[in-house]
């Protein structure tokens, strides 16, 4: 498996193989741990991505021919789209205009916008994938550490490794240096989050400007880079998502999608690896809430002394509480997993910080009361 990162230097995972199974004969706690997820989470956290933007079309002339004026995010003076039709551009920095059928509204200027766009009877949407912060959603915590870890460890003599293999995987899990990483600046990049808000304020106010019979936005021309595929699949399914005019409809749908994704990742990185009814926790930790057996789901605030009330014989969940889903304990935190509610699109986008707490807070709760809270 090759891996890059940024601007990183390829790393081929096949020519770790000899470190790899040297540090899988060790029994001991973070040589165990790092020999079954590094790969698991290289494969997950890396994959080769496909766009997948059902609800998305990329910029063409055909689409202007079919509206009567274009809206388009973007600080470009004038986004690469040839056309003949009004371009509304809306950014964070206003740009001197020579077109007379380009016009300039800031993005905090909705009402006039929205005033703007009164006069043409349909409209298409779209935006500049080059002008979207998007770096804080694909550049996680939890990438960063496992880059990292990969990199630290290609570094990594045999020999080094041989003298002491817990004290090597000591090194590579818990060093702070693994959570750290120099990113682009994007501090004058147009924010996901307003821009969906305006989007969604278009939408309830024109709700015709859905410009083809399954598509909602355009996207003009970019590198197709992992990080900017992972952004255009987003923004499809948040262009679908906020042109739902009933809003606990589209919360329930961003709860199923989240807890669907987040048990994905939990199955397919095994970063609590039971045994025997034992987390990795409470197998090297003692005390609450690491209990004896399984895991977090005993010996809870709402159930003390026993099972959760949701935990079946089969060991999987009656119910689908995002809170769980969302939870990392102390120990998996320190090495890489991180949940932070601020670095997934759907929910940083729809939630303000007192719907996130309840996220962060409220566990063992089913859907259905967790919704009356979102609302």
Not at 121 to 137: E, T
Not at 302 to 314: A, E, I, V
Not at 328 to 357: N, S, W
């Amino acid at each position: 498996m090759i891996i890059q990162y940024r601007d990183k230097s390829e790393i081929d995972t096949s020519l770790l193989k000899e470190k790899l199974e040297l540090i899988s004969k060790s029994p001991t706690e973070n040589a165990s741990y790092l020999s079954k997820i590094l790969l698991k989470a290289l494969a997950f956290l890396f994959p080769k991505i496909e766009l997948n933007t059902e609800s998305l079309q990329e910029y063409s002339s055909q689409i202007a021919e079919t509206v009567d004026a274009l809206v388009v995010f973007s600080n470009e003076k004038m986004p690469e789209i040839k056309t003949n039709k009004p371009v509304v551009i809306v950014g964070n920095t206003k740009t001197n205009l020579k077109n007379k059928d380009v016009m300039f509204v800031h993005l905090k200027d909705d009402r006039k916008l929205l005033k703007v766009l009164q006069k043409y009877a349909k409209v298409a949407i779209g935006f500049n994938p080059n002008d979207i912060a998007f770096s804080k959603y694909y550049d996680t915590k939890m990438r960063i550490y496992f880059w990292n870890v990969l990199d630290t460890l290609d570094k990594m003599t045999i020999s080094l490794i041989e003298k002491d293999v817990e004290k090597a995987c000591t090194y590579l899990l818990l060093d702070r240096s693994r959570f750290e990483m120099h990113l682009p600046d994007e501090k004058e990049k147009i924010s996901l989050k307003k821009m969906i808000k305006v989007y969604q304020k278009i939408m309830e106010h024109f709700p015709e400007y859905k410009f083809a019979e399954d598509k909602f936005m355009f996207y003009t021309q970019t590198e197709k880079t992992t990080a900017n595929i992972m952004m255009l699949n987003e923004m499809s399914v948040l262009a679908e998502l906020y042109a739902m005019p009933n809003e606990e409809e589209r919360i329930s749908k961003i709860y199923d999608i989240m807890c669907e994704r987040m048990l994905t990742e939990a199955h397919e990185l095994g970063y609590c690896q039971f045994e025997n009814n034992r987390c990795i926790a409470s197998r090297y930790t003692d005390g609450f809430p690491n209990s004896k057996e399984n895991g977090c789901c005993q010996n809870t605030y709402k159930d003390r002394d026993k099972n959760c009330r949701f935990l079946q014989s089969d060991y999987s969940c009656k119910i689908c509480s995002i809170s769980c889903r969302f939870f990392a304990c102390a120990y998996l935190q320190k090495r890489g997993i991180d949940h932070a509610l601020y670095r997934y699109p759907l929910i940083d986008v729809t939630f303000g910080k007192f719907r996130k707490a309840e996220i962060v807070h409220d566990f063992f709760t089913p859907k259905e009361e967790m919704m009356k809270r979102l609302k």
